[in-house]
């Protein structure tokens, strides 16, 4: 009987195949490996990826939240200034609309609150004044002796005359 050789021997080709196959099954074998590592050791990287994910969670958010607080201090600065820059144009279209409102008043006659105040002041004056002329002036006439009841009915008093009402 003739002895058959090896599949390996009989074909030249297959001496370069064999490293081909060699290194197929090392990388077969690193790749189940990685697996077996991978899930050994993949919930902790899992937690870690988390971890790490929360941390920059936080500091996005702590940022976000730096940047708005900027912002809003900005627009409330912002709205003041414009806020106090309305009110100051507000006074100065008052204050002219005050002021060309008592130069028509003037042109036309009409006494202002002040001349009013001064009228109303003297006014009070002179009642002042006139009150203590009555009262000094009963005093006056009360002091003189009376006369006679024979001397009143001699000399009758005449009424004045009605006054005509003023004219405005």
Do not use: Y
């Not at 990287?45 to 730096?66: I, N, P, S, Y």
């Not at 006074?91 to 002219?96: A, F, H, R, S, V």
């Amino acid at each position: 009987m003739s002895s058959k050789s090896s599949p390996r021997s009989s074909n030249p080709s297959s001496a370069s195949a064999d490293p081909v196959r060699d290194s197929a099954h090392h990388i077969w074998l690193a790749g189940l490996g990685a697996f077996t590592k991978a899930q050994e050791e993949g919930s902790k990287m899992f937690d870690a990826l988390v971890q790490e994910g929360q941390a920059m969670q936080r500091k996005a958010q702590a940022t976000a939240e730096e940047k708005l607080s900027e912002a809003s201090q900005k627009m409330s600065s912002l709205a003041q200034e414009i806020e106090s820059r309305a009110t100051g144009q507000w006074d100065k279209l008052e204050g002219l609309f005050e002021d060309r409102v008592a130069r028509a008043l003037l042109r036309l006659g009409i006494p202002s609150s002040r001349d009013i105040h001064a009228l109303a002041d003297r006014m009070s004056e002179l009642e002042k004044q006139l009150a203590g002329r009555t009262t000094r002036t009963t005093a006056a006439t009360k002091a003189p002796a009376r006369k006679t009841a024979a001397a009143k009915k001699a000399a009758p008093v005449k009424k004045a005359a009605p006054r005509k009402a003023a004219r405005k």
